[in-house]
């Protein structure tokens, strides 16, 4: 089962863009960090597409679109910990609160590569509304790390530049998943009804 072709290209580019920030501008590494990007998200986007495959044959669609997120980020967080040394024993002064959130921004961001690729390759009338609205949201939240990023001053360019991609883009992920689980059940109205006017319907009967 080959992945298709927009799948691996609309990860790369969530990829691209927020390793352009972190590698290459916080971290002064201009051209060093795309082989490397390549290298790691190429095979993640291929084995989390198969992963998205087995999933959605073996469980209830909704359960399985919040296990395709869980997975693609314990893989992510897998991958930092054992091959670049990230993990949250590898710095025992950290700060324990904010290592958490350096851990759930990890987690988000490897989530959030796999999991654009899934909603905006959905061509479904179902998530139709959800897609559209990602669509405009998503170079949003990129523009605001950028325009964060390069207008802040050296000295606080690197804190401002990491704390807007986890603001921004990633750690939001979590948030959305709720409504994109439930969207994705709606098939046979073909239009999305948000869960909360469903449910506010329901307690009015």
Known sequence: MKPKPGFLVVGLTVAFLEEFITQGVLKKNP???IIPTIIAFLPFLIVVRLISKRLDKRMVESHAVLA???IAGSIGLAVEWLLIGLSPWSNTSANPVLMLVFQFGIFSFWGSVAFAPKLLMDRRASVAQLRKWYRRCLPLGFA???FVTFTASQQARFILGVGSVFGNVHS???LLLPV?????????SGRYEPWFT???RHEQL
């Open 31 to 33: 051209a060093g960090w």
């Open 68 to 70: 395709y997120y869980a």
């Open 144 to 146: 605001s790390i950028y």
């Open 172 to 174: 939001s992920e979590p």
């Open 180 to 188: 994109l689980s439930d969207s994705w059940t709606v098939r046979r």
């Open 198 to 200: 469903r449910l506010y």
